[in-house]
């Protein structure tokens, strides 16, 4: 979370910084700001995003090297005191990351006489590097040993008032990229924001430091010697669904689920599995949010391919419980970003403990896709909308072919369920399509949804774990209560909640226990529940006299489950549509989670 950038460069910077940042607001958009130096000294902060940013930077701003900030709010509320680049004593520093010791250091420095504006971790940054520069350290030196005293995760960029031609940059625990282009070296939380200007790019590791100035980019490792680190072609700006026939990137990106489903099938088709990993005794899945709930959604499919156990684990839990891993685990890691702080904890857990591991990862530049021994990749494309929308369709066809790939190396997949297996992948763009041409009836629905303020999602076996993600679609985009069930726990508890009306969304179909689901439908209506079902064409019948409203969606089995996960994004951007709210970037929300 929180998106950097930095640039020196032969003319001003200030109008490409804010370009850059634009491509970082993924990372949150709570304020943004920048600094330029070179000639002069200007800070410019505004609440909100680049947009609002660049009205207030204009052509003012002269200075030819610079730093920018896209906030999102970790100490400190959305206020434009709170917002980067913090500046002390002619240091100016935008920061990725916390910084935990920062207490401490503030009540040293607060002692000492020093003064903050802020509540931010991070401002303690410039006062640490400015202090150093009193003490008379060079720039990189006054760097290097501020972050000595830093405990924490941190990608941070400095500007100095004195020393207007350079940018210096450190990196640990917090993502961030050095770039070189003609007449320009740059800094950035993701190469891609920086595509339009530069020709290559090298991801820092951690204890590493830079200098960016004139002559370009100049690395160092923790040793403090000069290091070589892998420069890579930076790619031209992937192509991106248009938001302006949509109304919103979101929406764009649910119409674009049927092409990044078949690239990522094209992608994935007749991998092999390496040897490390087909000789598995068990998996375990850790993930976070939507991924997690892809992971879920599609384990049976997993664990009949394959026939190995597959646990499931949320990354923040699993990296703090010290769970034994029996011989032979293999863990798969699920990320669209590739770089959620809690996932790569576990990473490193497990790396440590020498498991091998698959990343399930959308971002192939990305940490995560870097350092794993199996990268699997999702081809979704960029997915500029907050929530995950076509990468967690695409995450569920990855793991499917993944549980494919595996079963066939293990020789658990017999001839007879390959063909039916890729009968069904192959017809998973046109049930998404399909799906998408009944969004009357699921925009129909949201307005319902609004009306009574809550929704509950119910289901069993793969719809259930389906179910969770629906109920968390419509939280982050409409902030709806929405809660998720597995339909059979609904007796234990849940059911009180039910009221004459409550809305009750119910996904049944073939090979998701619909009948069970269908008594549960009942014992919802007899409490005066309204039941909403989203059933595929076998159950339709049975759902009629139960259902209020019934939506019979496109394809059987597999398809049924894609087709639902459709029908989910389709009723919470509209819920988002009526209540008004932007649907690419709800509040309180950032699409990439660098943070704990
Ligand atoms: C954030 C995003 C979610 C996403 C989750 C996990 O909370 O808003 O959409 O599911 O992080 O992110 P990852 O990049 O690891 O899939």
């Excluded at 906030?71 to 910084?99: Q, S």
């Excluded at 129909?444 to 009574?452: G, N, Q, T």
């Excluded at 929300?589 to 704990?596: G, I, P, Q, R, Y």
Aim: proline share 4%; charged share 20%.
């Amino acid at each position: 979370m929180c998106g950097i950038v930095g640039m020196v460069n032969g003319h001003p910077v200030a109008r490409d910084l804010v370009t850059a940042l634009g491509r970082l607001e993924y990372r949150g958009y709570d304020s943004a700001g920048v600094a330029v130096a070179g000639p002069g000294f200007e800070v410019h902060k505004v609440i909100g995003g680049t947009t609002e940013l660049m009205g207030k930077v204009g052509n003012g701003f002269a200075g030819h090297a610079g730093i920018g900030h896209t906030r999102w709010a970790t100490h400190g509320r959305a206020e434009v005191r709170n917002a980067h680049p913090h500046v002390w004593d002619g240091v100016a520093v935008v920061h990725n990351g916390i910084i935990e010791n920062y207490h401490d250091l503030r009540g040293r420095m607060i002692a000492n006489g020093e003064t903050f504006e802020s509540d931010t971790d991070s401002e303690v940054i410039p006062h640490l590097i400015a202090a150093a520069r009193k003490a008379g350290a060079a720039p990189m030196d006054a760097v290097r040993e501020a972050c000595t005293e830093l405990h924490g995760a941190y990608a941070i960029a400095v500007l100095f008032q004195d020393v207007p031609d350079r940018v210096v940059v450190a990196r640990q625990g917090s993502p961030v990229m050095v770039a070189r282009g003609r007449n320009v070296a740059a800094v950035a939380s993701d190469p891609s924001a920086l595509s339009a200007l530069c020709d290559d790019y090298a991801a820092l590791e951690d204890g590493d430091l830079a200098e960016l100035s004139n002559h370009g980019v100049t690395i160092f490792g923790r040793d403090g010697q000069l290091a070589q680190r892998c420069w890579q072609k930076v790619e031209g700006a992937e192509e991106e669904a248009a938001a302006g026939l949509f109304g919103s990137f979101t929406r764009a990106e649910i119409a674009a689920q049927p092409v990044a489903l078949r690239n990522t099938d094209a992608a994935l088709a007749g991998r092999a599995i390496p040897q490390a990993i087909a000789d598995a005794e068990r998996l375990v899945v850790v993930a976070c949010g939507s991924s997690m709930y892809a992971a879920s959604t599609v384990r049976p499919w997993i664990e009949k391919l394959t026939g190995l156990p597959c646990d499931l684990e949320i990354a923040s839990e699993y990296r703090t419980r010290e769970a034994p891993l029996s011989r032979g685990t293999v863990g798969i890691l699920v990320s669209q970003s590739g770089e959620t702080a809690d996932t790569m904890g576990v990473m490193e857990m497990l790396k440590a403990r020498n498991v091998p591991i698959v990343a399930v990862v959308n971002v192939q530049h990305s940490q995560m896709a870097r350092g794993a021994d199996l990268l699997w990749p999702t081809m979704a494309g960029k997915e500029q909308g907050v929530a995950a929308t076509k990468s967690f369709t695409c995450q569920m066809l990855a793991l499917i072919r993944f549980g494919l790939a595996l079963g066939l190396a293990r020789g658990t997949v017999t001839s007879g369920t390959l063909v039916a297996v890729e009968r069904e992948l192959a017809g998973l763009a046109v049930v998404c399509a399909r799906a998408e041409m009944l969004e009357g009836q699921f925009e129909a629905v949201a307005e319902r949804l609004v009306r009574e303020g809550e929704a509950l999602f119910i289901g069993r076996g793969s719809a259930a774990a389906l179910a969770n993600e629906g109920a968390l679609k419509l939280k982050e985009l409409s902030y709806l209560r929405a809660e998720a069930y597995a339909a059979g726990e609904l007796k234990h508890g849940p059911i009180a909640m039910i009221r004459e009306g409550s809305p009750v969304i119910v996904c049944a179909g073939a090979g998701q226990h619909a009948g069970k689901s269908l008594a549960n439908a009942e014992e919802v209506r007899a409490r005066g529940g309204y039941v909403i079902a989203l059933v595929d064409d076998a159950s339709a019948a049975a759902f009629a006299p139960v259902a209020d409203e019934m939506i019979v969606l496109p394809g059987a089995g597999l398809g049924t489950l894609f087709a639902q996960a459709v029908a989910m994004q389709l009723i919470a951007v509209h819920a988002a549509v009526v209540l008004r709210h932007p649907v690419d970037r709800p509040r309180n929300l950032a699409k990439s989670v660098t943070v704990e």
